[in-house]
């Protein structure tokens, strides 16, 4: 149990374009969701965190109007990157949890590599 | 500032034992976790510490004590396939109500098994 799905796995996009990325938690309700991105060789960063129905928490330095994050039920949140930029280019993961379920237990999608050209 | 320091990389042999070290400083403790990521994959849970001591599940235990913020992870008769990145993670901040949590990862120490 508790498996969560990104989708799309890899995507290319040019630069000044916006490009989604889904995450799905497949048996479970993810009452909160948290987005990450790695750089190569670097930490996971956490970017923002959403509960569903409310508006996404950010992390400092996280722009919220360039990243935008949808909580819209219990089984999805989007992350859409607006207007990338090469800089962009990363490996962004979710991750989500129910917090009923569990005390600490959060469980993360296989990543999304962004390129960004 | 929030500071967590692991060893960046580590070699061993089949069947042998390894033991990854990790260093925290955060402005907050919640429990520190250990994860294993393979490369261009997302990290899987291997263990969660709250309270001092050594949880052991398998060929993984992991350690945490809290006074001298310091945890490692043991590794037991290695295999080639535990060959990947392994994260410390601080749950810097919890909030019981909202299920919001901060976890703070280290760059993660790169652990290569030769056979």
């Known amino acids: 149990g508790a498996v969560v799905s990104q989708h799309p796995s890899r995507v290319i996009c040019k630069s000044g374009t916006s490009v989604k990325i889904e995450c799905r938690s497949l048996?479970?309700?993810?009452?909160?969701m948290f987005w990450y991105r790695q750089f190569p060789k670097q930490s996971l960063m956490l970017m923002a965190t959403s509960n569903e129905g409310s508006k996404a928490t950010y992390e400092q330095g996280v722009e919220k109007d360039k990243f935008l994050i949808n909580h819209a039920s219990l089984t999805l949140s989007t992350l859409t990157v607006t207007s990338a930029h090469p800089e962009d280019s990363s490996f962004y993961i979710c991750?989500?949890?129910?917090?009923?379920?569990?005390?600490?237990?959060?469980?993360f999608g296989p990543g999304t590599r962004l390129t960004v050209t | 500032g929030q500071n967590i320091d692991q060893p960046t990389e580590m070699t061993a042999t089949e069947g042998a034992i390894v033991q990854i070290n990790c260093t925290y400083q955060?402005?907050?403790?919640?429990?520190l976790f250990w994860y294993q990521q393979h490369a261009g994959e997302a990290p899987t849970f291997l263990s969660y510490n709250v309270l001092d001591g050594l949880e052991e599940k398998g060929r993984f235990s992991s350690f945490l004590s809290r006074s001298k913020g310091y945890s490692y992870l043991l590794l037991k008769e290695l295999q080639m396939k535990d060959s990947a990145s392994y994260l410390c993670?601080?749950?810097?901040?919890?909030?019981?109500?909202?299920?919001?949590?901060?976890?703070?990862f280290g760059t993660g120490t790169r652990l290569l098994v030769s056979p």
């Open positions: 991750s989500a949890r129910d917090v009923r379920r569990s005390s600490y237990e959060q469980y």
């Open positions: 993670a601080v749950r810097d901040y919890v909030s019981r109500d909202t299920g919001f949590q901060k976890l703070v």
């Open positions: 955060t402005s907050g403790f919640n429990g």
């Open positions: 048996d479970f309700q993810a009452t909160t």
